[in-house]
């Protein structure tokens, strides 16, 4: 593969990037670590549950008042017109934020005006809650517009600094309440509302000094043409977060609130592991791919994504040998004790996540031929399925069936959107290395989970970076790309130039 290629500076780029937005999520990963202990500690099991379900509901509410915008954001951005005319970028900026505005407050004040109902109406402590926190669907709206324009215009580092910010004031506002308001959920829910405010004034200002918005700029046409694209994406965005967050509605009916306490605690800790691998490629990835299909066209496409998809999966079974490995140590160290049992979940979670994760590759030809509508569809009946097995196992094998629910739904989602995707941009898969990293993943599983160091702590981090160490040296022995991709990225380290011909995956 020659250095001309340009897959390969675009996977270079590809990498880049992702390393930065995984410098500021391993920085806001840190920050969780750090937080998940307080705050499991701190609130009762079922006030950390009814947060997380209260969170979720949001989250599917804010999706509703996006209409699809920040997607439309990413696939109507045009860097060369924007540069040359000022007029156009200005249209276009005032059109997303301000057509977001108006479409997250009317979502936004009917949930308001719940909280005038009388109490008998209102729907009891959930719907209290929803109602308290209604400033957070318009406040995220917003938000997802503005980091939709920070990543279009590929400045990752500043997404990176807003991000870790964000995440760190809200812990710190969380903490300071605690002693003068108490440990319940509206607490934690007054200082995550009071930061995200803060946040999104500051990026209006930003970008009100940079003359890119006002009013009299909102163009009609464009905002039909970018809710048109971006609406099929609303059933899309919204079913994937009751196929995240179904599971928590299914348990809280089924088994009560401290069960959800534990099943949101499992599915939090196996949420942070995806988003590890999940979060900075699919910051990333959208505008390089579409870049690259403007510029080289549909094979230089599919060679980017085949060959992304091939090192995803790669870190993805080393990922979950580990998560299997030291599941029961992260427990007990990050939740407490008191969450004891909840690592017999973590494994299945993650599992699922990562077969989900794919997405990321699959959507990419689905996404450039605007087939929307498909996704939305396979993202549709994967949710049914959710719903069906949970209905279906709950109330006989109890809390484990959310967790083989959620595998299994996203499982099948993950193979709707291969069959869709793989017929307008079809990828290749490698199936020997994949085989070669199944057989690196089972062996570092075996090794690893035979250890025991005796602390806990110790356990988590000795076997954490061990089972890396294993994982990655059997598939250096199995694997001459792996090999020759060393041998490149050491002489890189080292200054001298790269070897002819090495593999840049």
């Given at each position: 593969?020659?250095?001309?290629?340009?897959?390969?500076?675009?996977?270079?780029?590809?990498?880049?990037?992702?390393?930065?937005?995984?410098?500021?999520?391993?920085g806001?990963?840190?920050l969780g670590?750090?937080?998940?202990?307080i705050?499991?500690?701190?609130?009762?099991?079922?006030?950390?549950?009814?947060?997380?379900?209260?969170?979720?509901?949001?989250?599917?509410l804010t999706?509703?008042?996006?209409?699809?915008?920040?997607?439309s954001?990413?696939?109507?951005?045009?860097?060369?017109?924007?540069?040359?005319?000022?007029?156009?970028?200005?249209?276009?900026?005032?059109?997303?934020?301000?057509?977001?505005?108006?479409?997250?407050?009317?979502?936004?004040?009917?949930?308001?005006?719940?909280?005038?109902?009388?109490?008998?109406?209102?729907?009891?402590?959930?719907?209290?809650?929803?109602?308290?926190?209604?400033?957070?669907?318009?406040?995220?709206?917003i938000?997802?517009?503005?980091?939709?324009?920070?990543r279009?215009?590929?400045?990752?580092?500043?997404s990176?600094?807003?991000?870790?910010?964000?995440?760190?004031?809200?812990?710190?506002?969380?903490?300071?309440?605690?002693?003068?308001?108490?440990?319940?959920?509206k607490?934690?829910?007054?200082?995550v509302?009071?930061?995200?405010?803060?946040?999104?004034?500051?990026?209006?200002?930003?970008?009100?000094?940079?003359?890119l918005?006002?009013?009299?700029?909102?163009?009609?046409?464009?905002?039909?043409?970018?809710?048109?694209?971006?609406?099929?994406?609303?059933?899309?965005?919204?079913?994937?977060?009751?196929?995240?967050?179904?599971?928590?509605?299914?348990?809280?009916?089924?088994?009560?609130?401290?069960?959800?306490?534990?099943?949101?605690?499992?599915?939090?800790?196996?949420g942070?592991?995806?988003?590890?691998?999940?979060?900075?490629?699919g910051?990333?990835?959208?505008?390089?791919?579409?870049?690259?299909?403007?510029?080289?066209?549909s094979?230089?496409?599919?060679?980017?994504?085949?060959?992304?998809?091939?090192?995803?999966?790669?870190?993805?079974?080393?990922?979950?040998?580990?998560?299997?490995?030291?599941?029961?140590?992260?427990?007990?160290?990050?939740?407490?004790?008191?969450?004891?049992?909840?690592?017999?979940?973590?494994p299945?979670?993650?599992?699922?996540?990562?077969?989900?994760?794919?997405q990321i590759?699959?959507?990419?030809?689905?996404?450039?031929?605007?087939?929307?509508?498909?996704?939305?569809?396979?993202?549709?009946?994967?949710?049914?399925?959710?719903?069906?097995?949970?209905?279906?196992?709950?109330?006989?094998?109890?809390?484990?069936?959310?967790?083989?629910a959620?595998?299994?739904?996203?499982a099948?989602?993950?193979?709707?959107?291969?069959?869709?995707?793989f017929?307008?941009?079809?990828?290749?898969?490698?199936?020997?290395?994949?085989?070669?990293?199944?057989?690196?993943?089972?062996?570092?599983?075996?090794?690893?989970?035979?250890?025991?160091?005796?602390?806990?702590?110790?356990?988590?981090?000795?076997?954490?970076?061990?089972?890396?160490?294993?994982?990655?040296?059997?598939?250096?022995?199995?694997?001459?790309?792996?090999?020759?991709f060393?041998?490149?990225?050491?002489?890189?380290?080292?200054?001298?130039?790269?070897?002819?011909?090495?593999?840049?995956?």
């Open positions: 593969m020659t250095a001309s290629n340009p897959v390969t500076g675009e996977f270079k780029k590809l990498f880049q990037q992702s390393s930065h937005y995984l410098l500021g999520i391993g806001t990963m840190a670590f750090i937080s998940f202990p705050f499991t500690r701190m609130f009762s099991i079922a006030d950390y549950g009814m947060i997380d379900y209260a969170s979720k509901i949001l989250l599917l999706a509703l008042s996006k209409a699809g915008m920040q997607n954001v990413l696939r109507f951005f045009n860097h060369k017109d924007f540069a040359n005319d000022p007029a156009a970028a200005k249209r276009y900026y005032s059109t997303a934020f301000f057509g977001v505005s108006a479409v997250a407050a009317l979502v936004t004040i009917p949930l308001i005006g719940l909280g005038f109902l009388p109490a008998s109406l209102s729907g009891g402590p959930l719907a209290s809650i929803l109602c308290f926190a209604s400033s957070l669907v318009f406040l995220r709206a938000q997802s517009i503005l980091w939709s324009f920070l279009i215009e590929e400045r990752t580092k500043a990176n600094v807003v991000t870790f910010l964000l995440k760190a004031f809200t812990i710190l506002g969380v903490i300071l309440l605690l002693p003068g308001l108490g440990a319940s959920v607490t934690y829910f007054i200082a509302m009071a930061v995200e405010l803060a946040v999104v004034l500051v990026l209006i200002a930003l970008l009100v000094r940079r003359g918005l006002h009013p009299t700029s909102f163009d009609p046409i464009l905002f039909r043409a970018a809710i048109s694209f971006g609406l099929p994406l609303v059933l899309q965005e919204a079913s994937g977060i009751v196929l995240d967050a179904g599971d928590r509605f299914m348990v809280d009916r089924y088994m009560g609130a401290d069960a959800l306490g534990f099943y949101s605690v499992a599915y939090g800790l196996s942070y592991i995806n988003t590890i691998l999940m979060a900075p490629l910051l990333a990835i959208i505008p390089i791919y579409m870049r690259l299909w403007n510029t080289e066209g094979a230089k496409t599919s060679e980017f994504l085949s060959r992304g998809l091939d090192m995803f999966i790669m870190a993805a079974v080393g990922t979950l040998a580990i998560v299997l490995v030291v599941s029961h140590d992260a427990v007990t160290l990050l939740a407490s004790a008191k969450y004891s049992g909840t690592d017999k979940l973590i299945v979670i993650v599992a699922g996540l990562l077969i989900y994760a794919a590759f699959l959507n990419a030809g689905l996404m450039i031929h605007k087939r929307t509508y498909a996704m939305a569809g396979a993202l549709t009946a994967s949710c049914i399925l959710n719903l069906a097995l949970n209905a279906l196992l709950l109330p006989r094998i109890g809390l484990q069936a959310a967790a083989i959620t595998f299994s739904s996203y099948f989602c993950t193979f709707l959107l291969a069959r869709l995707a017929k307008v941009l079809p990828m290749t898969l490698a199936l020997k290395p994949i085989g070669g990293y199944l057989v690196a993943g089972t062996v570092t599983w075996a090794v690893g989970s035979n250890i025991d160091f005796g602390s806990t702590f110790i356990n988590f981090t000795g076997k954490s970076v061990l089972s890396l160490t294993i994982y990655a040296a059997i598939l250096y022995a199995l694997d001459s790309r792996i090999r020759e060393a041998v490149q990225t050491w002489s890189h380290l080292r200054g001298q130039r790269a070897v002819p011909g090495a593999v840049t995956f």
